[in-house]
């Protein structure tokens, strides 16, 4: 049985630092990726990471700011994000997929229960 479970949210002031996990269970995947969705809005691409390869991408609106790197033997994904802004206030998912590397969210199959990060100005 296929479990992704996120850990690491929390309440950060702006400009601050935070880490969020996650955990794969039953199996590996060919991409991993981590979304957010605020309020009242669509779900968004943050990142995805190849997890044989270890290569990354990231949205625009993350990049130099977020870092995704993975833990093979933990089987674990993070996602790193410095200089945090009231606008990265969301609920961050992790989503697991055997697509090839893809930033749209219904090519992935498997998705966590989610981890809140609030960034207060």
């Known amino acids: 049985q296929v479990q992704l479970v996120e850990s690491g949210g929390g309440l950060v002031q702006a400009g601050g630092s935070l880490r969020v996990s996650c955990v794969a269970s039953?199996?590996?995947?060919?991409?991993m990726a981590w979304f957010r969705q605020a309020p009242g809005k669509e779900r968004e691409f943050v990142g995805y990471?190849?997890?044989?390869?270890?290569?990354?991408y990231l949205a625009d609106t993350v990049k130099g700011r977020f870092t995704i790197s993975r833990d093979s033997a933990l089987k674990t994904v993070y996602l790193r994000m410095n200089s945090l802004k009231p606008d990265d206030t969301a609920v961050y998912y992790c989503?697991?997929?055997?697509?090839?590397?893809?930033?749209?969210?219904?090519?992935?199959?498997?998705w966590g229960q989610g981890t809140q990060v609030t960034v207060s100005s």
């Open positions: 989503a697991a997929t055997n697509n090839f590397f893809t930033k749209y969210p219904n090519d992935y199959e498997y």
């Open positions: 039953g199996r590996t995947f060919y991409t």
């Open positions: 990471i190849s997890w044989s390869g270890g290569g990354t």
